[in-house]
């Protein structure tokens, strides 16, 4: 096993059990207890979590991993939610991004898709087929390299968990400008209670982007449905399309439904 392969382990033993324990994560992973002690304390050394006599445990109230360390995933998952997300943008108007790894697969969707970057790219001249407002760093740096694509990249104080851009210059940029569509990445979407993040600054950005757009879309894969997290986004009321995986319960799906919501699982 790999070291980034070890630690993606690590950090999702972490997240999923507030700590671990270096005997027993050795059994896990099938590598000696020396190379574990080494993996934690190189992983306390970039504050992702934090070192214990024996373990370690996860670094701060609200645990997330690192968006490098999160990538693999739900993969699958987050790829087709992706390009079902990306159905949903016409041409030409204007699409706002937040962070996460279901949102990377997001823009990577919208970059490649034929009518983006073909024949109707070359009949509009030149000029920018979509417009990207997003406050992810990642997001920005994966899509300015498409001439195809106007990317709006807001102001604000990055968190490295998310690479999301936050606080009050990001929100200066948001209150002067619209949106046609914004696409909301959440750590939990609650069937009574809406969308939440972990981070309250990125959920303030979140909710000024929704409140900035005509139509609303949250992809989030299924393990996020019922759960809440630290911060709310916004209401069911706000959002119109729920994107997920087959994962997605019938019971959840009628409830999405009943309250407004179209549910679109991939």
């Not at 005509?214 to 916004?234: E, H, M, W």
């Amino acid at each position: 096993m790999s070291r980034d392969a070890r630690w993606n382990a690590l950090l999702e033993l972490v997240g999923k059990n507030g700590r671990v324990e270096v005997e027993g994560a050795a059994a896990t992973l099938d590598v000696s207890a020396a190379t574990i002690r080494r993996d934690l304390d190189q992983l306390a050394e970039q504050q992702l979590l934090t070192r214990t006599r024996g373990g370690a445990v996860a670094h701060g109230v609200s645990y997330e991993l690192a968006l490098r360390y999160k990538t693999g995933r739900h993969a699958p998952e987050k790829q087709a939610i992706g390009r079902a997300v990306s159905e949903l943008v016409a041409v030409g108007e204007v699409v706002g991004l937040t962070g996460g790894t279901t949102l990377t697969e997001v823009a990577r969707s919208l970059a490649v898709r034929s009518d983006v970057v073909g024949d109707t790219a070359a009949g509009m001249g030149g000029q920018p087929t979509l417009t990207v407002v997003t406050n992810a760093l990642n997001i920005a740096n994966e899509l300015v390299i498409r001439p195809q694509i106007k990317i709006v990249v807001t102001g604000g104080v990055a968190r490295p968990q998310s690479y999301e851009l936050t606080g009050p210059l990001a929100s200066g940029v948001l209150g002067e400008i619209t949106l046609d569509v914004a696409v909301l990445g959440v750590n939990a979407i609650d069937t009574e209670r809406g969308a939440y993040v972990h981070h309250e600054g990125e959920a303030s950005i979140n909710r000024l982007l929704a409140e900035q757009a005509q139509r609303v879309v949250v992809a989030a894969d299924s393990s996020k449905i019922g759960k809440r997290a630290f911060a709310r986004v916004c209401d069911l009321g706000q959002v119109d399309f729920l994107v997920t995986d087959k994962g997605i319960t019938p019971e959840a799906t009628a409830r999405f439904t009943e309250a407004g919501v179209t549910v679109i699982a991939v």
